[in-house]
């Protein structure tokens, strides 16, 4: 059965750091997110992605964040200046097309910056 | 604003007894409703939806979920419960609010517990 994969499962790194978290969603889907969850409190949308494009964001998705499908199977998810509070799990999901409406979601990354 | 809430932090069920993990949502327009269970160390697995159509929705591992439009619920529930079934339940509604493309709004979870 086709999966949602994410790496690397734990990224430790130091505050100021420009850290990649990288997703490979199901093939042939065409919507593409990033929530994240911070330990012990809800999962938070971050971004959603179409047509090579963001679609939509939350509010906590700032400047220092940023994504990409640089070659039609990834989707990279990049955060330019860590901070503390960006330590956290950060999901990709991804989903069929316009009338398929539940989301596939990978294993996640555990971002910890020191 | 929309949201979704899981009043229960943790449920305890004895092995073989039936569950029920509570939500209720608040949105505009129909809701389009889903549940997923997180084992430790995973992601987020999809177990079922509501869209439309039959207020009973089936779902994966016996699972299922009952729309209450009146209620504004979506309560999660199962005839008899496994211990493999101990984890953590996340009710998620589809963001309807304008502009959106589907994002999911989610409960805090409910932790479920099932004891041999």
């Known amino acids: 059965e086709p999966e949602v994969t994410q790496t690397p499962s734990h990224q430790v790194t130091q505050m100021g750091q420009e850290v990649i978290l990288r997703c490979v969603p199901i093939s042939n889907h065409l919507y593409f997110y990033w929530y994240r969850q911070i330990l012990g409190q809800k999962v938070e949308f971050l971004v959603s992605f179409y047509n090579n494009e963001i679609s939509e964001k939350s509010e906590i998705f700032d400047d220092q964040f940023s994504v990409e499908r640089p070659d039609g199977s990834n989707f990279t998810l990049k955060i330019r200046s860590t901070k503390l509070e960006d330590s956290a799990m950060y999901f990709c999901a991804s989903r069929g097309g316009l009338a398929a409406y539940e989301q596939y979601f990978g294993p996640g990354t555990r971002l910890t910056v020191t | 604003a929309q949201s979704v809430a899981q009043p229960e932090d943790q449920v305890n069920v004895a092995e073989g007894n039936p569950l029920t993990v509570k939500c209720t949502y608040s949105?505009?327009?129909?809701?389009?409703l889903f549940w997923y269970v997180q084992y430790p160390n995973r992601g987020l697995q999809f177990l079922l939806k509501y869209i439309t159509g039959d207020n009973l929705v089936k779902g994966s591992y016996g699972f299922e979920a009952e729309f209450n439009k009146s209620q504004t619920s979506f309560h999660l529930k199962k005839p008899s419960a496994l211990v493999s079934d101990s984890a953590l339940y996340f009710c998620a509604v589809r963001d309807r609010s304008g502009g959106s493309q589907g994002n999911l709004i989610f409960g805090k979870g409910t932790k479920l517990s099932v004891k041999p």
């Open positions: 949105v505009s327009g129909n809701p389009y």
